[in-house]
């Protein structure tokens, strides 16, 4: 009597599309198409890492530019002009200039660069920023991650207070200090 042997997989895992994304980029390229696609999800995975989103629409040429649209409002757009290929990351309202497609020593896409890339974006994404300004010119400034914002207080005050020390204790002694709210 011969056996049959099921296979212990999901369909998504045999067809590889078990992403945590929906993808509707069109995708053209005048190279291998299997290679460029698998590069263009790499490039999305990443991006996910760090910015997660359930939907990505647009399209991606990669001979000649991309326009990307994310459920997070977050858009990337650009032309592949020349290299490197710095196209523009916007997020709300600030924009990032990124190379989308850093190459490694063989010339093919540097995931570990685009991941660095992205993650510093993340960071500065997460972050605030308090700062002391004269005549315009930022003179000294603390960057605080959002999510300890909770955390925060703003005093002032009188003379150098010392980082780690108790507030009040200055460099020359003891000084008054008032706090100041964020809002």
Same mark, same amino acid.
């Given at each position: 009597m011969r056996q049959t042997r099921r296979i212990?997989?999901?369909?998504?895992? &045999? %067809?590889?599309?078990?992403?945590?994304?929906?993808?509707?980029?069109?995708? !053209?390229?005048?190279?291998?198409?299997d290679y460029g696609i698998t590069e263009l999800y790499t490039k999305l995975d990443i991006i996910n890492k760090h910015f997660p989103?359930?939907?990505?629409?647009? &399209?991606?040429?990669?001979s000649d530019g991309l326009e990307l649209t994310f459920d997070t409002n977050m858009r990337i757009t650009g032309k592949f002009d020349t290299e490197p290929f710095i196209v523009?990351?916007?997020?709300?309202e600030k924009r990032?200039?990124?190379?989308?497609?850093?190459?490694? !020593?063989?010339?093919?896409?540097?995931?570990?660069?685009?991941?660095? @890339?992205?993650?510093?974006?993340?960071? !500065?994404?997460? @972050?605030?920023?308090?700062?002391? @300004?004269? !005549?315009?010119?930022? %003179?000294?400034?603390?960057?605080i991650d959002k999510s300890r914002i909770e955390d925060a207080r703003i005093y002032i005050v009188s003379g150098t207070q010392i980082e780690g020390k108790l507030l009040?204790?200055?460099?020359?002694?003891?000084?008054? &200090? %008032?706090?100041k709210s964020i809002s």
């Open positions: 212990a997989t999901k369909i998504k895992d &045999y %067809v590889k599309d078990n992403r945590p994304y929906s993808n509707l980029v069109k995708f !053209e390229t005048i190279g291998d198409y989103f359930t939907k990505v629409e647009g &399209y991606y040429d990669a523009y990351l916007s997020i709300n990032y200039d990124i190379d989308i497609h850093p190459y490694d !020593e063989m010339g093919g896409l540097d995931a570990k660069e685009l991941d660095k @890339t992205i993650s510093a974006i993340k960071t !500065e994404e997460n @972050t605030i920023s308090i700062v002391i @300004t004269q !005549e315009g010119y930022s %003179v000294a400034s603390f960057s009040g204790v200055t460099s020359m002694g003891r000084g008054s &200090y %008032v706090e």
